[in-house]
């Protein structure tokens, strides 16, 4: 509990702002004495060049001297606002969509192949409006004016969104976390990735849609 020190964390922008974040409270109570970086933005981030300690990621890293590890799986779903539903008719299928318009992300500038899911699960979708942040697709789907692909850890909590086609439309990802080899030894570092896991695989019914409330770890 004498740990002390400064950790710099690179993460996806939802899991970043939404799940971890919220999480590290605890860590930051157990360990009074170290303090925190949450960066959002792991595309933009190089471990190498000590930008940040430890980075989650939707990729496992091809090469480089890490310790890597699966973090969890998470799901995402089709989500829309009853006021949506109600204005647009009724989907029963997934034909239905075709007159539907979707919130997506922007194809060339999406920072992983993995966040290309819409054309993969509905080809031929038609979205009007796009972005490189999830965080803006889930405001967008906010607003009543489209449907959207969205993480169940992030939507599914929301009572002001909906899922669309339950269990017919849903996708499957992972987050793997990493650190630099030469960090193993760094207690602080270690501790941190440890607890992270630990975080995870107590709500993995919250990252897979199974549940909507968010569980923490006690403090001590």
Not at 6 to 25: D, K, N, V, W, Y
Not at 28 to 36: C, F, G, V
Not at 49 to 70: F, N, W
Not at 135 to 153: D, E, K, T
Request: charged residues 25%.
């Amino acid at each position: 509990l004498g740990l002390s020190g400064h950790l710099r964390i690179a993460c996806t922008e939802a899991f970043g702002s939404c799940f971890i974040t919220p999480q590290l409270s605890r860590f930051l109570e157990r360990y009074p004495h170290i303090s925190m970086d949450v960066l959002p933005v792991p595309h933009f981030v190089s471990l190498s060049r000590r930008e940040a300690d430890l980075a989650i990621t939707l990729e496992r890293p091809e090469r480089g001297p890490y310790v890597c590890s699966k973090l969890c799986d998470y799901r995402l779903r089709l989500y829309a606002t009853p006021a949506y539903l109600e204005a647009n008719g009724p989907i029963r299928s997934r034909d239905d969509l075709a007159r539907h318009s979707f919130v997506s992300y922007v194809d060339d500038l999406a920072f992983s192949s993995k966040l290309l899911y819409l054309q993969d699960l509905l080809p031929g979708a038609h979205s009007r409006l796009r972005s490189t942040s999830v965080i803006a697709q889930y405001q967008a789907a906010l607003q009543g004016r489209a449907l959207a692909i969205l993480p169940c850890f992030l939507a599914g909590p929301d009572p002001r969104l909906c899922e669309v086609l339950e269990g017919e439309v849903e996708v499957i990802r992972q987050f793997w976390i990493y650190y630099s080899e030469d960090l193993r030894k760094l207690k602080r570092v270690t501790l941190l990735a440890d607890y992270l896991r630990a975080c995870a695989e107590l709500n993995r019914p919250l990252l897979m849609g199974e549940s909507n409330e968010m569980a923490y770890l006690p403090a001590d």
